[in-house]
């Protein structure tokens, strides 16, 4: 048994042709959907997915069981400036073969420089990017080239749903997000702006729940200066540390001390690290070693509620929620955490 996948938005179908001839669907079974027969194959749709890696196991129960799995990779590229309509109708055009969108397709595989529009495109990340006076560090052809890189490889996986895209586009981002340190010169204060879009793409939202009196911060070193986000809904790159604080409006809460946090991350061949507190950093510094695990709690916690949290890890997608001093992560795995949500959360 082989299975096939499709995907459109959020949405994975699965299509396979009958084991030993059995067209019978009820002997099929596929988790969260049901299987049906459309003309010679079986098929199954999971709607609605999350973006991220999802295992799909398709099992076939007859008289000699067989089970196939598939990755259905729900994948959104929030450095583009276009909406679901326009990158379904991109792909629909081209599938038709209808002009001038198949023509441009051609182009965009055939003639665009350097690799960029290629899966096998290897990015030229550099700590810093500048130009003009004061002096700047340079390299912006590497980082232009790789913002583009990034783009037309998402675009080439809108159109061909081939995972190779997606991994370039994430790759090629990540690996600016690991290096990046300083955006100087002339346009220091716009450059760095455009790096957080164009660049820094393979962002997350880090979203925080209402508890009366307090709000997370997230904090990011995109360049010399550290750029905070005190929203209920900020967006940065995942990189090699964390910062993480509460702010505590002191006309919300009358009389209790401020709420403090406490955590602690598993680093890339240097195993757990001390819990440390409120913005101070967790993780290491220049050595571009990935997070693999984090705990979270609470301190001085007059509000009687908790800390829900959850990560996104490389391959396996969400995890589940939990609470309080509890490790979110995969265990003897080596796998990179890409995205974290932290709510505060009442009893």
Not at 55 to 70: L, R
Not at 89 to 94: L, P, Q, R
Not at 199 to 215: D, F, N, R, T, W
Request: proline share 3%.
């Amino acid at each position: 048994m082989e299975v096939m996948q499709e995907v459109d938005g959020n949405n994975v179908t699965l299509f396979w042709y009958p084991v030993n001839g059995d067209r019978n669907p009820v002997n099929y079974e596929v988790q969260e959907a049901i299987v049906s027969l459309e003309g010679e194959l079986l098929t199954a749709q999971l709607n609605n997915l999350e973006i991220g890696a999802h295992k799909i196991q398709v099992n076939y129960k007859g008289s000699v069981p067989k089970t196939d799995e598939v990755l259905g990779i729900i994948f959104q590229h929030t450095g583009i400036s276009h909406s679901q309509e326009e990158l379904t109708a991109m792909k629909e055009h081209i599938a038709k073969k209808e002009e001038p969108w198949y023509s441009d397709y051609q182009k965009l595989k055939s003639t665009v420089s350097d690799q960029m529009s290629s899966w096998e495109f290897t990015p030229n990340a550099q700590e810093g990017v500048g130009i003009g006076t004061p002096e700047g560090h340079g390299n912006i052809v590497s980082f232009e080239q790789s913002a583009n890189a990034a783009y037309f490889n998402a675009l080439q996986w809108v159109i061909t749903g081939e995972d190779k895209y997606t991994n370039t586009a994430v790759e090629v981002l990540n690996a600016w997000a690991n290096q990046l340190k300083i955006v100087d010169g002339r346009d220091r204060i716009l450059g760095a702006a455009i790096s957080s879009y164009e660049v820094i793409g393979s962002s997350i939202e880090l979203s925080a729940s209402a508890v009366p009196g307090y709000q997370f911060v997230y904090w990011l070193d995109v360049t010399t200066n550290k750029v905070i986000c005190e929203a209920t809904t900020c967006k940065f790159t995942l990189t090699d540390d964390i910062e993480i604080r509460t702010i505590y409006e002191e006309d919300a809460i009358p009389g209790q001390k401020p709420l403090s946090i406490s955590y602690r991350t598993h680093v890339q061949n240097e195993g757990w690290q001390e819990f440390v507190a409120d913005g101070v950093m967790s993780g290491t510094k220049g050595k571009s070693l990935r997070l693999e695990g984090i705990e979270i709690c609470l301190d001085n916690n007059a509000i009687g509620g908790s800390v829900e949290y959850r990560t996104h890890v490389q391959n396996e997608g969400w995890q589940d929620w939990v609470r309080d001093d509890t490790m979110s992560s995969t265990t003897g795995k080596n796998l990179r955490l890409e995205a974290i949500e932290i709510h505060l959360v009442k009893r």
